[in-house]
């Protein structure tokens, strides 16, 4: 969501003519699929990561504008990364060029992740401060919630402005989990809490609804697999804290409309689905648009007259819905695609870690995309709901309700049947052996050990407590350094020291 906006186009939006040309842009896409008029022919990857900024003592330092000056990123489709702001003033978001995973493109990816991560500690260290790949972010307290802690960007104002308006009070943050967290704001400033790596992954347009919904079956093993969120304002609520505060800081619906049980903007789904339409007719019944973003492109003429339209307000708008795996309509080098955008797992901790993720992802989604038989054949909605909140709250001891299994510790379902699953996955992309086996072999590590991001992070902040006798907010921010120190150093977390 890299366009900018600004106030004064909020105040003379005219939102009939924008829902219109939102619907003009559906039927524009409509008949590109119709006409096969979709890149299908190269099943691109795509990884973006968002980082926070920490201060020396552990706090969240307010500091991305002068890193990425520091950075010096351009727009060049050829560099190794670019470099943009994120919601808050202590994130930054790396987007890296997309690629092929056949042969060693895991390896790749964790190579050039890795020189990325270095330049962005270097750029840091110029300002002063750390960098830290982590879900959410364990020192930002209550006291840190102003909207003075929202990125400069103008696009980040205007959205606070649209979600306060839509909602009409205050956002609520109220979580259950270990502890407990009851705290209402008159800003978006919580969400900017939440830190996510988002894997990309273009499919032929007949096959999306079978990778959409296969990545829906997925996401409860993704999240109890690559937890790394347990904390939020000094509380620990669930493994994966992530995914309820994204659904409850973004949440626009008044108090009626949460009573009558309209759906929030982050949200698993209501349903499998039979095309990539379905998601765009559900963005248009349920989601008000929120930022005013128009074009004077005629998208029905432009597809008609056989060129290729931008469909920038049905793209935009479907930006600002948070969808855990979000459809993307795009255009590269001329040619438009679709894709997935798997937007389930947290930040970090360390670029093996993030790889490990990619390749059970990929994998796993290589294979039962393209069996005959689908998951969503004999695996129901509502069950694969469930699962997904299982292993946001519990983790990586969480349990997950599979086909032929029944309800499973989601350890031994992953070392028993989906291991070797995504072993044969990765072959048919071409992935080589040794990069899928290096990085299954993380993945196997985390459930033999039972040790994920999340499950660290607790184990540190209970021997800063126990043992070394800090207040929790102390123990927190001892916490994060020694995090930062050790995501710096590249080991997966599974291997790290508590």
């Known amino acids: 969501m890299g366009d900018e906006v600004s106030g004064s186009a909020l105040a003379h939006w005219d939102q009939s003519a924008y829902r219109a040309k939102l619907q003009a842009g559906r039927e524009a896409l409509a008949q590109l699929l119709a006409d096969r008029r979709l890149d299908r022919d190269r099943p691109l990857t795509g990884l973006e990561l968002e980082l926070d900024l920490l201060e020396h003592n552990g706090d969240p330092a307010f500091a991305n504008e002068a890193v990425l000056q520091y950075l010096h990123t351009t727009g060049d489709e050829e560099a190794l990364y670019s470099a943009q702001h994120e919601l808050g003033a202590f994130n930054i978001e790396l987007n890296l060029p997309p690629r092929m995973l056949d042969g060693a493109g895991i390896s790749w990816y964790e190579s050039d992740l890795a020189a990325a991560l270095a330049e962005v500690r270097e750029a840091a260290g110029k300002a002063g401060v750390y960098c830290c790949p982590i879900g959410t972010m364990p020192t930002l307290f209550t006291e840190h919630m102003d909207v003075e802690s929202l990125s400069s960007a103008e696009r980040y104002r205007v959205l606070n402005d649209g979600i306060m308006a839509a909602r009409g009070e205050d956002l609520r943050i109220d979580i259950t989990g270990a502890e407990s967290v009851d705290y209402s704001c008159a800003n978006i400033a919580p969400e900017s809490a939440n830190t996510s790596v988002q894997f990309h992954l273009q499919v032929a347009p007949e096959r999306f609804h079978r990778y959409w919904n296969t990545a829906q079956a997925l996401a409860g093993v993704q999240i109890a697999l690559g937890a790394n969120s347990p904390y939020l304002f000094g509380r620990q609520l669930w493994a994966e804290t992530r995914i309820v505060l994204f659904e409850q800081g973004t949440d626009t619906r008044r108090a009626d409309q949460r009573r009558a049980g309209a759906m929030p903007r982050a949200w698993f789904g209501e349903r499998w689905i039979d095309s990539v339409l379905d998601l765009f007719d559900e963005n248009y019944k349920h989601f008000a648009p929120l930022l005013p973003l128009c074009d004077p492109e005629d998208p029905l003429a432009v597809a008609a007259s056989g060129g290729v339209p931008v469909l920038r307000e049905l793209r ?35 670029p093996v870690d993030i790889c490990a993720n990619m390749a059970l992802f990929y994998g796993l989604m290589a294979h039962f995309a393209e069996r005959g038989e689908q998951l969503s054949d004999e695996l129901d909605f509502a069950s694969a709901t469930a699962n997904f909140r299982a292993a946001a709250r ?53 459930c033999r050990r039972g040790v994920n991001g999340a499950s660290w992070q607790v184990a540190r902040v209970q021997v800063a407590e126990h043992r070394q006798r800090l207040e929790r907010f102390d123990a927190l921010r001892a916490m994060v350094l020694d995090y930062a120190a050790q995501a710096a150093d590249g080991r997966p977390v599974h291997e790290w020291e508590v």
């Open 316 to 350: 935009f708008h479907n930006g600002s819905i948070y969808r855990w795996n979000r459809p993307v309509y795009d255009i590269r080098s001329g040619r438009p695609h679709l894709r997935v955008e798997n937007r389930v797992l947290p930040a970090g901790p360390t």
């Open 394 to 446: 519990h983790g990586i001891q969480a349990d997950q309700v599979w086909p032929g299994r029944g309800r499973v510790p989601v350890r031994k379902l992953v070392l028993e049947e989906l291991l070797p699953l995504a072993a044969e996955g990765l072959a048919s992309m071409g992935v080589v052996r040794r990069d899928a086996d290096r990085f299954l072999d993380v993945i196997e590590q985390r």
